[in-house]
């Protein structure tokens, strides 16, 4: 799928499923570039992108403050949230080989405290990502029927801090969202997903942009630090980051 603009189908593919991938955004060069900067980091400050770590990357590593404000990142989101955007935290979703780590059913916009639901999370994919090494999972349409009960399960493998669980999810329903390296998918913030662990010999990465949101967008429930990645910020709702 070429990201030259987006075609009405795609447009309408979003909107009916909740999600749309995958969408080409960087080459193979440019890829290589972020596996070398992940492993410098590593060989750094070992701890330094374990556990909740794993958070805001891109206040710290230029590359990956280059990928949050990717024109062509932020072309395909522009379509849904609007000219208008910042962006809010992001997360490097990191799983070892053979790994028992996984992320159960979730909603993102349940727990995010913005209002109205003007956001959209981008997912980049680093590695090959497919069913063997843990990549999402969504539940088509899911996002048209308003934010689900989720259980707290504090399961110990659960990568999501309170293990917090959608039950109930038809199996028959669910597409994986195979992506290659530079490849990226985006999902709506009521959309159903979750991921499996990682059962392959080899690292998989994801790095996700949680979420771009509107500048019409509020906090509720707590605070929201943001970068303007594109138009303007007439409301100044939340506080802006070099
Ligand atoms: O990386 C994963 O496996 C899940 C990520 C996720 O749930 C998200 O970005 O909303």
Known sequence: M??????????????EKGYLAPIDILSSEEVKKIRVEIESIEKKWPDQINGLNRNNIHYYSPI????????KIVDVVENFIGHNILSARTVLFLKEPENKGFISWHQDGIYQGWKPYNSITAWLAITDVNEENGC???????HKD???????????DNLLTRGQTIENVPAKDIIPIILKPGQLSIHHPMT????????????????????????????????TYVQQVRGKDDFKYHEHTP
Do not use: C
């Open 2 to 15: 070429k990201n030259d603009g987006l075609t009405a189908n795609q447009l309408k593919e979003y909107n």
């Open 64 to 71: 990956f403050d280059q990928i949050v404000h990717n024109s």
């Open 136 to 142: 999402m999972k969504m539940w088509p349409g899911s």
């Open 146 to 156: 308003n934010f689900k009960k989720h259980k707290d399960t504090f399961d110990e």
């Open 192 to 223: 159903v997903h979750g991921s499996g662990p990682n059962l392959s010999k080899s690292r998989r990465i994801g790095f996700a942009i949680q979420s771009y949101i509107g500048t019409n967008v509020e906090q509720i429930l707590g605070k």
